[in-house]
């Protein structure tokens, strides 16, 4: 059985991977005269482009028990939403990818009402920007934000400041996908499409792993052929 088969399905693009000094940065830079915040580390922008790669850390098997405050400023933990197939998204108002997802993710809770899937997003940002953009633009999933906390948070995950990642879980919490970088349609409908065949017994769960990395790997490749100059 190979690894992919028995662990979360990992896929990263080198897009993400520039972006994660930039976080760890921007928070320093935006807090120096109120104190300072912990830094995340930082993957390698090394990394071959749009192709599976192992993260330094180790990707949970279950979605980490993290507590966050909602958008009112209370505490809600992941927990709460145990029993729904769940799309976890980490992001930040600077991000651009970050912020051309966020249409996509709406769609997709109104699409995908009646198989009870919840969007969250985890705002790794300062309060009153997340409110802010969010507000701007409708965001209409819940919402949870964190500056030192949110890169707890992203540790817990087993992941580096690498914006936007998107974390698949079923309804018992297991992690099916773990998707670096940002997130297209058709990434997106093939995970939950196989999350959903898992959920009615036409697919174990190392199979949908073994087939979403894949079909990840080569929806990767023809966008990388289709960029201009490939």
């Known amino acids: 059985m190979s690894r992919s088969s028995r662990t979360p399905v990992v896929i990263a693009v080198l897009a993400g991977a520039a972006l994660a000094g930039f976080g760890s940065h921007y928070l320093l830079g935006r807090r120096e005269a109120q104190g300072p915040v912990p830094t995340a580390g930082t993957a ?3 990394a071959p482009a749009e192709e599976a790669r192992e993260t ?22 992941l927990a709460e939403w145990r029993g729904r197939p769940l799309l976890i998204n980490f992001w930040a108002t600077w991000c651009a990818p970050c912020r ?19 969007v969250i997003g985890i705002a790794v940002d300062f309060r009153e920007e997340v409110l802010a953009y969010a507000k701007e633009i409708g965001i209409d999933y819940p ?3 964190g500056e030192e906390d949110g890169l707890a948070a992203v540790d817990a995950f087993g ?5 936007p990642f998107t974390v698949f879980a079923d309804r018992e919490g297991q992690i099916v996908a773990l998707k670096v970088g940002e997130l297209h349609r058709d990434e997106a409908d093939f ?3 196989r999350m959903q065949e898992v959920e009615a017994g036409s697919l ?5 792993r073994e087939q979403i990395a894949s079909r990840l790997r080569d929806l990767a490749a023809e966008r990388a052929r289709a960029q201009p100059g490939a």
Do not use: Q
Request: proline share 8%; glycine share 2%; net charge negative.
């Open 44 to 46: 390698s922008p090394s």
């Open 56 to 77: 330094k850390k180790a990707i949970p098997e279950t979605v980490p028990d993290v507590t966050l405050a909602d958008r009112e400023g209370k505490p809600r933990s």
């Open 100 to 118: 051309r997802e966020i249409p996509l993710l709406m769609d997709l809770r109104r699409e995908r009402r009646a198989s009870d899937l919840e």
């Open 143 to 145: 919402l949870l934000i």
């Open 159 to 163: 992941m580096e400041m690498l914006f």
């Open 191 to 193: 995970i939950l499409d």
């Open 204 to 208: 174990d769960l190392a199979a949908a």
